[in-house]
């Protein structure tokens, strides 16, 4: 079975300051890893994903995450926060071929001035 | 089309009522997903269609919720004596088989139960 946890509902940063969202899977099989942003009142929005090629995936906006396998993680980062990037961001893993994605609960991006 | 869409964007509904959302996903794409989010929530996975195969109707939570797609074309999630506790925004999302293993998501109905 496939389970995301993604630590901390509500992250706050300053413009211009490091973004680090905390994603831990657990998977019975090699997983793939999704990164999604929603932008209010919008649906989701794919940020980069992970399908078992480089461990560094590198995404849209600035935004990057690593697999580390023996951590079971994928964090997702920005060095630089804009104010845009104020959002709503899940993390979801697919196990087995052709499955549903599993989302994590969420985890809200404020930046502030 | 380019995207997935899904109509009505927005509905209200007396608690009771059945109501009918529907998904037309990206053309060619063999796969659709429903998914629920509740305010404040995650997603919640419904059910899953794969071509001709028999859907994955693992995560509907219960009897008054189906679905239905016919082929690869447009699907339809029926929800049966609506309560106010199916009140949430019903995303829907298509993929295609093989390939970068993207989901693309439509934009949501936002259903309300009064």
Redesign the interface.
Same mark, same amino acid.
């Given at each position: 079975a496939q389970s995301v946890t993604q630590l901390g509902s509500h992250v706050s940063v300053s413009e211009g300051a490091l973004v680090l969202l905390r994603c831990n899977y657990s998977s019975s099989v090699p997983p793939y890893l999704f990164w999604y942003v929603q932008y209010p009142n919008q649906g989701l929005q794919l940020l980069l994903k992970y399908t078992s090629a480089a461990t560094l995936v590198k995404g849209i906006n600035g935004f990057e995450a690593e697999f580390k396998k023996s951590e079971t993680s994928f964090h997702l980062t920005k060095p630089s926060a804009h104010m845009s990037d104020a959002a709503e961001y899940f993390c979801a893993v697919r196990g087995v071929a052709g499955t549903a994605l599993i989302f994590g609960k969420g985890t809200t991006l404020s930046v502030s001035s | 089309g380019a995207g997935?869409s899904q109509s009505p964007s927005n509905k209200v509904t007396e608690k009771g009522k059945d109501v009918e959302l529907r998904c037309d996903p990206i053309s060619g794409h063999t796969?659709l %997903?429903w +998914?629920r989010q509740r305010l404040g929530? &995650?997603?919640e =996975?419904l059910i +899953?269609f794969?071509g001709n195969s028999a859907p @994955?109707k693992s995560?509907l939570p219960s009897d008054r919720f189906s679905a239905e797609r016919t082929g690869e074309s447009v699907s339809t999630l029926t929800i049966q004596r609506t309560q106010q506790e199916d009140s949430a925004v019903y995303?829907c999302?298509s993929r295609a088989?093989g390939g @970068? %293993?993207? %989901?693309? =998501? &439509?934009? &949501?109905t936002r259903l309300t139960v009064v």
């Amino acid at each position: 079975a496939q389970s995301v946890t993604q630590l901390g509902s509500h992250v706050s940063v300053s413009e211009g300051a490091l973004v680090l969202l905390r994603c831990n899977y657990s998977s019975s099989v090699p997983p793939y890893l999704f990164w999604y942003v929603q932008y209010p009142n919008q649906g989701l929005q794919l940020l980069l994903k992970y399908t078992s090629a480089a461990t560094l995936v590198k995404g849209i906006n600035g935004f990057e995450a690593e697999f580390k396998k023996s951590e079971t993680s994928f964090h997702l980062t920005k060095p630089s926060a804009h104010m845009s990037d104020a959002a709503e961001y899940f993390c979801a893993v697919r196990g087995v071929a052709g499955t549903a994605l599993i989302f994590g609960k969420g985890t809200t991006l404020s930046v502030s001035s | 089309g380019a995207g997935v869409s899904q109509s009505p964007s927005n509905k209200v509904t007396e608690k009771g009522k059945d109501v009918e959302l529907r998904c037309d996903p990206i053309s060619g794409h063999t796969a659709l %997903y429903w +998914y629920r989010q509740r305010l404040g929530q &995650g997603l919640e =996975f419904l059910i +899953y269609f794969q071509g001709n195969s028999a859907p @994955d109707k693992s995560g509907l939570p219960s009897d008054r919720f189906s679905a239905e797609r016919t082929g690869e074309s447009v699907s339809t999630l029926t929800i049966q004596r609506t309560q106010q506790e199916d009140s949430a925004v019903y995303l829907c999302a298509s993929r295609a088989t093989g390939g @970068d %293993y993207g %989901y693309t =998501f &439509g934009s &949501g109905t936002r259903l309300t139960v009064v």
